[in-house]
């Protein structure tokens, strides 16, 4: 059972990103999935979490209005599609099961916004 994020990188303030994780070893349309991030010397915070029942999306207030996710459960995948980055986005952004830290079964993705 793996979660595999990917594309994080270097953006500048005000850019946007497409992070993506496919999950293996499970079958993602029967979970609650969901976006995690930790930055260094700040709590961990999930910012998203779609439902597996409605397919409705909770937003953190930090993201609400810039960050969009999806999931593609044909595919095992999900996204998040970061717009108007700031430098405080900056952090390790994970894919999680259950949208909490004990369903981030991969690691996870660097996202550093900076000029």
């Known amino acids: 059972v793996q979660l595999q994020a990917s594309g994080g990188g270097l953006v500048q303030p005000g850019g946007s990103l497409r992070l993506s994780c496919v999950g293996s070893?499970?079958?993602?349309?029967?979970?609650?999935m969901g976006w995690l991030r930790q930055a260094p010397g700040k709590e961990r915070e999930v910012i998203s979490c779609?439902?597996?029942?409605?397919?409705?999306?909770n937003y953190a207030d930090s993201v609400k209005g810039r960050f969009t996710m999806s999931r593609d459960n044909a595919k095992s995948t999900v996204y998040l599609h970061m717009n108007s980055l700031k430098p405080e986005d900056e952090a390790l952004y994970y894919c999680?099961?259950?949208?909490?830290?004990?369903?981030?079964w991969g690691q996870g993705t660097q996202v550093t916004v900076s000029s």
């Open positions: 999680v099961v259950h949208c909490n830290w004990n369903g981030a």
């Open positions: 070893g499970f079958d993602m349309e029967y979970y609650d």
């Open positions: 779609n439902s597996k029942n409605d397919g409705m999306t």
